[in-house]
């Protein structure tokens, strides 16, 4: 052996060369050797809701690399981190290889007969002395719209349950409601496409750039498309990444959005700025909504609910106007408040007044959470019959059970209880067994005090996941589910796009995809089996299916295929025999909405200040949100180990001059107190990012759980939480009492604020809540 050789091999320098070889690959190029694929499966992200389609390598039977689809719509080869290291959560050590069942106060894993018998005859017993509405479900944005729709109709037709809601109440709830009573229907009315071609991009509480950064291709596309630089306001009380790409940053006052929206247009109407060809043609209620507004919401009234001065109300709102085609754009700061519904109406009600709607670079545009929170509100029979269909409504049901061939009284006449409600039910002893599929209450729900003593009131806690989540860990019974790229089945994204998501490893252990755990779980409840699955028996089976209940709808699926998908890059619905290839965009000239005379709704409605404002003994208020590097609470990109070194722990963002109060700086540790709860032991970033007297936290860690905190408070009609905008104190060693309260407010809303009152779930807006 050479002298050369010998240093080598005592270095192990051959074995770093392996380590870090390269070889040919046919799609990619250059693969790393140690972990070339055998094969490349073409699929779709399942993180959020963006939908990029990727690439998933397999060798030897597991997931060894994660690379974009340089061909797709969406994302054009890019990836953000979680979608690059998404065939790492495959086999983390968190995941749940067998069904368990909890003995002696111990989870063992046992077979799945023995899981489905135990927990067949619990909920057997339980609906019989209590009801069939003694048992709820609760699911999630995550499943593959085939294991929504299967879940779905086994729970509302199978075990007859009426409280059977989605964790996507809590960030998507307030957008299919507010597009309910604008439109007539839920259904996103823009596409990512119009971010390439709007003159004015509008963004309200959407930190795109660090929790949809694939987005940002398309605006970046904007300028060679159009041929001139779009103007890009962000509106936002946080000065995010996404503001500082902003041409206008609009730093309003928290939970100040829907005044500010209607505060738009009242400069719009009065200064003649408004379309008044489309708001005869495609609206209704204009002479009411103007009324409404001119009496209501001048400019200097909305510029001391926001904060901003009249000056600069004007100015956005001529920007707006003018613009030939202005989009809005936003996520859960609008959502996840206590008057989300009607925010989302606000800012369609810009929209509308100035025509800006069914256009190239025209829309109104919710930017869904979740990878399939679309699916679930498609077809996933939570607060619509699938195919966009009303529970109150006779003839959609009749439709529905002729189609699926079911007796039309079995289909529900109502809602049910939405998330929230199922909580404070089981409280109150009306639930008393409780199934959980696909998410974590135990860090995602804000109301913590009220949820940890519901879970101890059951009778019976039923998890169906793939990750030992916190929520998994107080379970009676764990069904274990296959994750990404184990199952096959359909995923749609933001704007409405259908993408396909085949499997391409086989599910870890005994586990199963939560199609065929419903479809063999169903054959412990008598006749439900052959009366709801007898011809569904794959996910395709279950596709065509949804196929013929979503024909004529406008969620229309009837002329989409695995296939066609695969080919074209998913597909938007409406896709029919008049929009083969799909559709891109709602409520264009020749599609009216689904209202009865197919004219948008222009509504009249209110900014309320919030219930909780800084004052003495808490002088904070806090915001919370979500990181690039984390997803939802943590389940899946926890135990990934480049995203934790990215992102480990949670921390507070902390303005410079709040700081020096508590003297700390970037690195020290605080706590965060409130009326409800504490966060301790929570890492400081100091950021010119918040202002004086707020303050940023993320939420998705259970090691730093600042749901803890956050306040116990709904929107009247979606029951969405509002997740933000709570008082709190800090506490530092040094200043361990925290800040002095001072009689200059920090809020700078109305005087009054103490005398608003209103009761979340009136009656009135329960009932709407099925329509």
Known sequence: MSIINKIKDFLGTDIKENKYALVDDPIFGKVAKDKAPDKW???????????????????????????GDPLHPVNMGTLCPKGLSEHKMIEADTRIPSPMLRKNDKLVPVSWEEAFQNTSDAF?????????????IISTGQLLTEGFYALGKFVRLGLEVSHFDSNTTLCMGSVVMSHKQTFGSDGPVGCNEDFEKADVILLVGANIADNQPILKLHIAKNESVTGKKPTIIVVDPRKTKTAQMADIFVPLNPRSDLALFNGLCYIIMEQGWENEKFIKERTNGYIEFKKHIMTNYSPQKVSQITGLEVKELYNLAKIYASADSAMTAWTMGVNQSSIGTDTISAISNLSLITGNLGREGAAPMSITGQCNAMGSREFGFTSSIPGYRNYSNQSDREEFAKIINVPSELIPTERGYAYPQIIDAINRGEIKALWIVGTNPLVSFPDQNNLRKAFEKLDILVVQDAFMSDTAQIADVIFSAATWSEKEGSYTNLERRCNYAPKAVEPLGEAKSDFYIVKEFSNYFEGKHELLFKDLHSPRDTFEEIKRVSQGRLCDYSNMSYERMQELGGIQWPCNDKAPNGTKRLYTDDMSCN?????????????????????????????TGRTVEQFHTRTKTGNIGILNALAPEAW????????????????????????????????????????????FVPFHYNSQLINLVTLPEFDAISFEPNFKQCAVQLHSKTVPEGIVYEEVGISGYLEGIKGYKEEVFSEKKVENISK
């Open 124 to 136: 057997k017993r339980i609906q019989a002395e209590h009801g069939k509405d003694s048992v709820a």
């Open 595 to 623: 209202t009865p005379n197919g004219k948008a709704n222009l509504l009249p409605v209110d900014w309320v200040p919030l219930p909780e404002t800084a004052g003495k003994g808490l002088p904070f208020i806090l915001n």
């Open 652 to 695: 507070v963002d902390l303005n410079p001059k709040d700081a020096l109060k508590l003297q700390v700086k970037s690195g020290d540790r605080i706590s965060i107190s409130g009326v409800r709860g504490q966060v301790d032991d929570i890492i400081v970033k100091v950021s010119a990012s918040v202002k004086e007297g707020n303050i």
């Open 41 to 67: 499966v073409r699929t779709t992200c399942g993180y959020c809701g963006v939908g990029c389609g990727m690439y998933v390598g397999v060798k030897n039977g597991k997931g060894v690399y994660s690379k």
